[in-house]
């Protein structure tokens, strides 16, 4: 896997679109920090975001090419990429850890007067300690700089991937289907649920995974409780619900999604629910056009899965997919955001059985101007017998 | 694997210790946010914090037990924890993503007047959007609560592991270990680096970790230009210094530590790098007993691999370790931390032996009160070999 396995016209072209963006909202230039979209922009990928104790900050001005502020841990990674002009402090600084270097890069290239735009909306942060961000706020506003939101900026232009993208998120996906499609050979009645899942990610990394980010999952007798627990050690039995949801990662794109088995023959509802989850995830392939509204989406999985409820605990039934696990748009009532080629997806639909039993199901597509592809499966109506 | 692999008890006594500390600094609250702090507090962990869509908070007010501000889509995996008070909200909410509920709970447990403590410190953060932050803040000082820092307090407690946590970092190390000596099953000339990464992720998870949160490493002729780095597709040639660095998690708990291998016979000078690094690390772990600082560790080993130049870009030699990759203190001149039994660090010197070719070791060790344990190797000054 190289650093990045994009060429430098997809960085060009998304940092010009990111710029059209910044001067449309009348914003100098725009902050970014955290590890998807230093991703997005400069194409750094690195797993050293797994420690927490360094800022990493990369400055996109209205005009001209993007500055990084990094830790000199990371200059030499960062040099591979197509940004230039990177500036270091030696990380971490008990007494200024990248303040000073930040603001003072900032005033470098936002003029006086002009406004900083933070990403803003659902999941995104700005990842420095909170004292530091009100040391920064401190300093903007004693130089005469303001800060702003992005007015969501960010989140729409990488929820529409290019065809690039979309090609990184197949072949990820495709891992995932693989490694799947292998249960079978490590799971089985007395096996305990943690082997399944240690066994479940080495099929992955087998399969074509660079890293499994994520893995969660369940088994239980005709249903689970919830669907972001890690493994315990009961073994599978007889009449378990055994589900699997990872996303993995390969050339710095995702997929998530699940799949459910069942050991041994279904209960008659286990059955008919994994029926009516299918039912629902066609229904909202069926209405994902260019044009629909993610909304839509959610109402048509909603009627099936609950008659039309509203949604349940989950609070949500798919998002966006790409650079992160989960991303923008969500699919619930309020999200109107309308469908456009290039939009990844989950469909994730769940049933409430019982409290406690659930089953959730979930797919990844994306929509294109001619027609919605499956990026995986999809699953057939009938539940994966083990 | 249980929920927790600690006993309630464990946890109460953490939440003496925060308890005494915020009313030693006349805080009536502290609020958590991240992975890190809420399984340190609740026991409550997941993988879904890869998903950064939703926010999660913990509140540990001054009396009481501490309260739970999550989405419910956490509920029945917090309700299996030791905490009893659950505030959910269905997220995503695009108008209101937990902040009125946050608010509206903190208010419940912190008098007007009363101060809200933050994690202060390098490496926290206050995990929610910059935007709601703002919300958030505007909404406590109209209701006349403060915001303050914690004085470190968390950084503080969580350096000093309990007896029961020191059991699960040796635990996780071993593990480790046992990969690290099946290297030489799966790399060899020929082999790209990529699929050594791969391999190697999986040998960690046969040997016992859960997942796989942090690989990174290199492999060039003659030492490495940083290490950071995932893998290229590259295949390991004659000559190549390859180093693995990972931190794997069992139980909830991280090892951090390397190893460097040199395929065929080493260049005289890499061979004497390693043997100063490990010279280094034998210098500091004479070193790290109670009463000693943190930073005398650092010159201690940066007179052997600098002479004594105060340190190298990757800005420390070494940090805490055990719910995170990389913890509080840090190996820096600046750091007079003192060590104390139950602190777990890592020891990591670096040299550089050209532009571009560089040598980075690392173990782990715990301070215990009669004695410093290895809880790595210690790996031999000659570098092994493939």
Redesign the interface.
């Known amino acids: ?3 990045s396995a994009l060429p430098e016209t997809e960085y060009r072209d998304r940092l010009a679109r990111i710029q059209t963006g910044l001067a449309a909202a009348g914003a100098g230039a725009l902050l970014l920090s ?1 590890d ?1 979209d230093l991703r997005y922009v400069a194409g750094f ?4 975001w ?5 800022p990493w900050f990369l400055l996109v001005p209205a005009r001209g090419d993007p500055v990084a502020v990094i ?7 960062m040099a591979r990429t197509w940004v230039r002009d990177i500036r ?1 402090w ?6 200024d ?1 990248g303040v000073s270097l930040l603001l003072h890069t900032i005033c470098d290239l936002l003029p006086a007067g002009g406004t900083l735009a ?1 990403p ?12 530091d ?1 009100r040391r920064l706020e401190a300093g903007l506003a004693a130089q005469g700089r303001r800060i702003g ?1 992005d007015g969501r900026l960010l989140e729409r232009l990488r929820s529409v991937k290019s065809p690039a993208e979309i090609t990184l998120v197949r072949a990820t996906c495709a891992c995932a289907g693989r490694a799947f499609a292998r249960v079978p050979e490590i799971a089985a009645e007395g096996v305990p649920l ?1 082997q399944v ?3 479940f ?2 099929l992955c ?2 399969e ?9 999952g369940a088994a239980a007798p005709g249903g689970y ?9 009961r073994p599978l039995a007889r009449g378990d619900v055994l589900m699997l949801d990872t ?1 993995l990662i390969r050339q710095g794109y995702f997929c998530d999604f699940d799949r459910n088995f069942s050991l041994g023959p279904p209960l008659p509802e286990v059955a008919r629910a994994h029926e009516r989850l299918i039912e629902a995830t066609q229904a909202a392939f069926a209405l994902a056009r260019p044009g629909a509204r993610v909304c839509d989406l959610f109402h048509a999985m909603d009627r099936i899965v609950t008659g039309g409820a509203g ?1 349940s ?4 039934l798919g ?1 966006g997919l790409g650079l ?3 991303e ?1 748009p ?1 699919l ?1 009532p ?2 109107e955001t309308v469908l456009e080629p290039g939009m990844v997806l989950t469909l994730e639909p769940g049933i409430d059985l019982a409290p ?1 039993r659930m089953l959730v199901h979930e797919e990844n597509i994306v929509v294109q101007a001619g027609h919605t592809e499956w990026l995986t499966g999809p699953a057939d109506a009938a539940i994966l017998e083990l």
Do not use: K, N
């Not at 409780?225 to 050690?233: H, K, L, N, R, T």
């Open positions: 896997m190289s650093q955290t998807a990928l690195t797993r050293f797994e420690s927490p104790t360094r830790p000199s841990i990371g200059q030499a990674l270091c030696r990380a971490p600084d008990m007494s850890d933070l803003e909306g659902l999941g995104t942060t700005l990842r420095m300690p909170y004292a961000q939101g943690s899942f240690r066994d990610q080495a990394l087998a074509g995974a660079d890293w499994v980010p994520y893995l969660a409780g919830d669907v972001i627990s890690p493994a315990d050690d996303g949604g605990g989950a609070g949500r998002h992160q696990l989960t923008q969500s619930i309020e999200d406690g």
